[in-house]
């Protein structure tokens, strides 16, 4: 267990505006990570972080931006929130590059936009 | 890139019968495939990972899965379903080309019935 929290976990916001999730995690992992997770698409990559301040785009990134000023803080915003955003975003972080590493994931935070 | 494909988003099973949940990938290199479980309005969790050391890797809750090359699978199996094991049950493969971060399948969810 990397120790990750996710703030906050329930959410409603409203068509346009700006929308900051916070994940914190506890152990120093290298690696952290944005899922969203909608019903028949599983998981999908919004964007991840390779240490502070290194990010890149996985799969879904449009409409998303992320920072990592700090090791055990990686944010995700949304700069003008839409409908197709609403979803569960789930927040992950692995300690190293070995390919048969292990994600530890958060409890997720429930976006609603309206 | 790397995939994996789980047949069917929804497997229903009495209590005390056999679990089955398949997954099959897609790779070009050897790959490194992990079972994630998600319980009802929680995070992830992993259940096993295949790492090339045994072809039958065991996991927790008793729960296991062997790697068929020649078929390309990792099916995840459990002799006996207990009404805790109700779940939805994640395949997932490291990525080519990039050793942090995984494809997810798009998730079986397990049903358990008294």
């Known amino acids: 267990d990397a120790g990750i929290t996710q703030s906050p976990r329930h959410k409603v916001t409203e068509t346009g505006t700006p929308v900051t999730l916070r994940c914190h995690q506890t152990e120093n992992h290298r690696y952290m990570y944005w899922y969203r997770q909608d019903p028949g698409h599983g998981l999908r990559l919004i964007h991840y972080s390779y240490g502070v301040k290194d990010t890149d785009k996985g799969e879904v990134s449009d409409g998303y931006s992320v920072s990592r000023s700090k090791t055990e803080d990686f944010l995700l915003t949304l700069e003008s929130a839409t409908s197709s955003q609403t979803s569960v975003y789930f927040c992950?972080?692995?300690?190293?590059?070995?390919?048969?590493?292990?994600?530890?994931f958060g409890p997720g935070t429930r976006l609603t936009v309206l | 890139a790397q995939s994996v494909t789980q047949l069917g988003s929804h497997v229903s099973v009495s209590e005390g019968a056999l679990v089955l949940l398949r997954c099959n990938y897609s790779?070009?290199?050897?790959?490194?495939l992990f079972w994630y479980v998600q319980y009802p309005n929680q995070g992830l969790q992993l259940l096993l990972k295949?790492?090339?050391?045994?072809?039958l890797v065991k996991g927790i809750n008793g729960f296991e899965a062997e790697f068929k090359k020649s078929e390309t699978s990792f099916h995840l199996t459990k002799p006996s379903a207990h009404m805790s094991d109700a779940a939805e049950y994640f395949c997932?493969?490291?990525?080519?080309?990039?050793?942090?971060?995984?494809?997810f399948g798009k998730g079986t969810l397990l049903t358990v019935n008294p």
């Open positions: 295949y790492t090339s050391a045994a072809t």
């Open positions: 997932a493969v490291n990525s080519g080309g990039s050793n942090y971060k995984l494809t």
């Open positions: 992950a972080a692995q300690a190293g590059s070995g390919r048969f590493d292990e994600q530890f």
């Open positions: 790779s070009s290199v050897p790959p490194y």
